[in-house]
């Protein structure tokens, strides 16, 4: 029989402690498998945020240096500089990447720092309840906006992909989503990718990835995997936002 499927090396034999239809336990699976496939796991240095995966030290079989909310980018940042052999990689959620660290990414994206950072995109901030996050789409109902995220209290949902895009320092931005097989394959490409303009010294790279939060979008895990595509991807458009030209392409 051929084997089609193993654990990956550097994904610690450990039980999820993520909701059933989380996309953060997806996400960890296509990190290991990069990690291991581009013999990365003695140089790979991660930073893990508050938030759901704040545990992600228990998973991912990689040296890691927990950060405060927001600070992955200056943390990730000093690490690199001290070690610029390592390949140092954040994980955010969009209320850390994009709210309470919006200073410290877009600082880091525009220095250029070589770092890679997986950011997920769930449309709220998922641990402490499903407040809103910058992401939330309009009309989305979260804890914070009861009655629906609204244009002329909340404003718009921020595209921080695009808006990093702008920066000289960025290298490669994708958006991608794993609420499919398809997707999942695409994103595990987009993460390699962004690990490779790191292993090339080309600059800031960043994979975003909408991921689904069935417990705070009060869904079943299947109801939200169709969320993904009938309402994020209409706000947030799959696809190469920057870069991605050069070796990184390489499968
Ligand atoms: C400076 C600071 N502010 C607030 C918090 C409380 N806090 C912990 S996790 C979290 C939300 C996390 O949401 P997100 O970053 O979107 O990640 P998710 O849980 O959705 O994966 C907040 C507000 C904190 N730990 N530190
Ligand atoms: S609350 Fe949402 S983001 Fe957090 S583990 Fe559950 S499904 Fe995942």
Redesign the pocket.
Known sequence: MRKVYSRPRSLKKAAFHYCPGCG?SIVHRLICEVIDEMHLQDRAIGIP??????FAYHYLDVDMAES???RGAAVATGIKRAYPDAIVFTY??????A??GTAETIHAANRGERITAIF?N?A?????GG?M?PTTLLDQKTTTTPYGRDLGLEGSPIRISEMLALLDGAAYIERVAVNSPANIRKAKKAIRRAFQTQVDGLGFALVEILSP?PTNWKMTPLESWQWVDKEMTRVFPLGVIKGGTGSEHAD
């Open positions: 953060h945020p508050p938030g759901c995966s704040v405060a909310h927001g955010q959620g969009d209320g850390d990447l709210a309470i997920i769930n709220v901030y998922g641990m402490t407040q996050a939060c």
